[in-house]
């Protein structure tokens, strides 16, 4: 029980790929689908989605409410913030939005848990053999995010505006950038 509490302690956010490899050690399947369905009922975890939430010590369960980034980090396998929420993350953004934008090469419908809206943009299909490109691992509570690069989200927000709250406030989070690196932006732009 003690690599269990160990994982959960250093994971607030898992996925079940996360949960078995970490935890799994020769325990069958059916174990650590037990293992999590008595988390969850004593209020340990939250499951949003196909992702589990720690709930802090001395924390009620039913006002707790997960960080959307490490959430949306964990929605699939490949997942990378992108869009306004890169900016956000990176500390970029003009505004703080309540829907939390995420890219992957497989698309999912959106959905909403706790006033947070999670949207899925699907990755375009230049960029299918590098999807990684122009990406940058962020820590965040003690874990690692992907997030699309101040260049690439640049480049995408410009793309596609309307998931960056629309143009006005692309160009206000772009605005706020310290810098660019020019190579990076033309090798993504190039790629796409």
């Known amino acids: 029980m003690k690599a269990t509490e160990a994982f959960l302690f250093s994971h607030p956010v898992f996925s079940w790929s996360d949960w078995k490899k970490e935890v799994g050690d020769g325990r069958s399947e059916k174990t650590l689908r037990n293992l999590l369905s008595y988390y969850l009922k004593r209020g340990r975890l939250k499951r949003v989605d196909r992702v589990y939430c720690v709930v802090p010590p001395l924390t009620e369960p039913s006002t707790f409410i997960p960080d959307r980034f490490l959430v949306a980090s964990k929605l699939s396998p490949d997942s990378v913030l992108s869009y306004h929420?890169?900016?956000?993350?990176?500390?970029?953004?003009n505004q703080v939005f309540t829907t939390t934008y995420y890219s992957s090469l497989r698309y999912k419908r959106p959905f909403s848990y706790q006033g947070i809206r999670y949207v899925c943009v699907r990755l375009p299909n230049s960029l299918k053999s590098n999807p990684f490109f122009g990406v940058?691992?962020?820590e965040r509570m003690g874990m690692f995010v992907r997030v699309t690069s101040a260049e690439r989200t640049l480049a995408e927000c410009l793309d596609r505006p309307e998931y960056c709250g629309g143009f006005e406030e692309a160009i206000r989070c772009i605005s706020s950038l310290p810098f660019v690196d020019e190579e990076l932006l033309k090798a993504y732009l190039n790629l796409r």
Do not use: C, K, P, S
């Open 136 to 138: 940058v691992r962020v």
């Open 85 to 93: 929420t890169a900016f956000e993350i990176l500390g970029f953004a």
